[in-house]
């Protein structure tokens, strides 16, 4: 058993799309339900009966059977409002005497039920309708117009149409008259009246970005849409999109395009690939299509082909000047930076952080090749990098801008360098005390006490670096508490307090 095939379909999938020449009916139904009486066997019925179906007078084995074809077909989904034609096409393959004119009727029944057969067939619900064939000769598709009746069936709001194929009145007596329907070849073919779709709206890139923003410029291939309306409801719609460039626009290029379905209702889709385009402005529209009647073009819209992408942008500090050989600001204290264009006068956006792999703080433009101020603290002292890279309005990117700064820290550490006894010989030892610190970081002279004992200075010099001894000191476990000043005698920091030990060593003496 076949079930109706109805190829009307309300776009809420996505499906490819290109208009085509020919319209395809907006239903086309198979049969649901065939049947076959016979006069031979007056009280049974064939059910989907297999091969070619004989129609009229056939004489087998001496025997002469009179055949009629009853076909249903689930009508369900049909709008009756719209309703303009219905037509059932069969193809009539062979006659028993091809220079007998064709003798076919076909006309709309009362339901086909098991108590029906060629003794008890159908009542008529309906005028008979002769077909047309579709080229001259014994062979010919043929057309069967049921307007009429598939419009009182949608009326009685029947779920099904019935209709009987014979050969009519007295002929079908005549073996000369017989013919024979081809195998699995019944179409009810429906057409509904139609109305043109409405202009598309709403076009935009992207998917979201609207036209009405402006100029969209693209470096990649992207997407266009735009929404699409009907009045008839249930039409199958398709999108054309076609680009052209804005000096040439007699140049259209038309795209393959898709269907999708959203909040807004329907709407068509395409990419439009701009990787084999010149650099230079293009246009673009839309319009829709029902199969059978092409909405206006939609408004135009345009975008800009770039390939090119922006220089390395510039950067410049005031608190961290670039590549200083004196150290500045501190870790985790933000200065300001300037980030410029660097002549490019498409950059409309900054990347930048610590790490060239890492981009992901942005900042906007001023205007279109404009520059952007920001605030950004260093993480560590010593040399620190700030990364940064510009983007065009195509989004591509510039190379990586590594701007290099030198970071000032106020931390000193320091050490036990070495120990010799006391020349005084009081058992003790002298201790040489280490300090370092950043050079150039203002740092003039470091502050200590030993085992808490009266502050003493020692110079720091060029290097960083700054060296004491100690008064001689007893074997065992010492204290030493320090911090950095700077030449007003200010400490960045809490003093720190570290230990030390002197350690027993032997005297040794040369002979020679």
């Given amino acids: 058993m076949q079930g109706f095939v109805a190829l009307a379909v309300a776009g809420a999938a996505v499906l490819a799309g290109t208009p085509a020449n020919a319209a395809e009916p907006h239903f086309s139904f198979t049969p649901s339900f065939i049947a076959s009486t016979d006069s031979a066997t007056p009280g049974t019925t064939t059910y989907y009966p297999s091969g070619w179906l004989p129609l009229g007078a056939h004489v ?15 009508i369900g989904g ?4 719209r309703l303009s034609s219905a037509r059932l096409r069969v193809i009539d393959v062979a006659a028993t005497d091809c220079t007998r004119p064709r003798a076919l009727e076909g006309r709309p029944v009362a339901d086909f039920t098991t108590a029906n057969s060629w003794n008890r067939p159908p009542a008529s619900a309906g005028s008979t309708v002769t077909p047309v064939a579709e080229a001259p000769g014994c062979e010919a598709v043929l057309d069967f117009n049921l307007t009429a009746a598939l419009d009182k069936a ?4 029947q779920s099904r149409l019935y209709v009987e194929i014979k050969v009519p009145g007295g002929k079908e007596n ?47 291939d992207f997407t266009v849409r735009a929404d699409q309306t009907d009045p008839d409801a249930g039409d199958m719609l398709r999108t054309e999109v076609e680009y052209w460039p804005l000096s040439d626009p007699a140049a259209k290029t038309s795209i393959p395009t898709f269907q999708g379905s959203g909040g807004d209702g329907v709407f068509g889709f395409g990419t439009i690939q701009v990787g084999g385009l010149a650099e ?54 933000p200065g300001t930076f300037v980030l410029t264009a660097d002549g490019s006068d498409d950059v409309v956006e900054f990347l930048y952080g ?9 900042v906007a433009a001023t205007q279109p090749g404009g520059t952007a101020t920001i605030q950004w603290a260093p993480r560590g002292t010593g040399l620190q990098t700030l990364y ?32 010799v006894p006391d020349p005084a010989g009081s058992g003790g030892s002298v201790v040489t005390l280490h300090f370092e610190t950043q050079v150039g970081n203002g740092i003039t002279r470091i502050a200590y006490s030993v085992d808490g004992g009266t502050q003493q200075f020692a110079a720091v010099g060029t290097d960083g670096v700054a060296e004491a001894q100690t008064a001689p000191l007893a074997i065992g476990e010492h204290t030493l508490t ?27 003496t040369v002979d020679g």
């Fill in 482 to 508: 320090y911090a950095g000043q700077d030449s007003t005698g200010a400490s960045h920091f809490d003093p720190v307090t570290t230990y030390f030990y002197v350690v027993a060593e032997p005297a040794a």
């Fill in 174 to 220: 005549k073996p000369e008259y017989g013919r024979y329907l081809d195998q699995n070849n019944f179409h009810l073919d429906v057409e509904l009246t139609n109305r043109p779709p409405g202009t598309p709206t709403k076009p935009a890139y992207d998917l979201d970005t609207p036209c009405s923003v402006g100029t969209y410029y693209a470096a990649y």
């Fill in 78 to 81: 049909v709008p009756r409002a």
């Fill in 388 to 419: 940064v890279a510009s983007l065009d309005r195509a989004h591509l990117r510039s190379p990586v801008r590594a701007y290099k700064m030198n970071v000032r820290s106020f931390g000193v550490s320091a050490w036990a360098a070495g120990q």
């Fill in 154 to 157: 949608l009326q009685r709001q």
């Fill in 280 to 333: 230079g402005g293009y246009g673009w529209h839309a319009r829709t299509y029902d199969q059978r009647a092409y909405s206006d073009w939609s408004a135009s819209c345009t975008f800009v082909v770039d390939h090119t992408a922006p220089n390395t942008p510039g950067v410049s500090s005031v608190d961290y000047p670039e590549n200083s050989p004196t150290p500045t600001g501190e870790a985790g204290h």
């Fill in 354 to 362: 610590s790490s060239p792999f890492g981009l992901s703080q942005r």
């Fill in 60 to 74: 087998v084995d001496g025997v002469t059977h009179k055949t009629r074809v009853y076909f249903g077909f689930d």
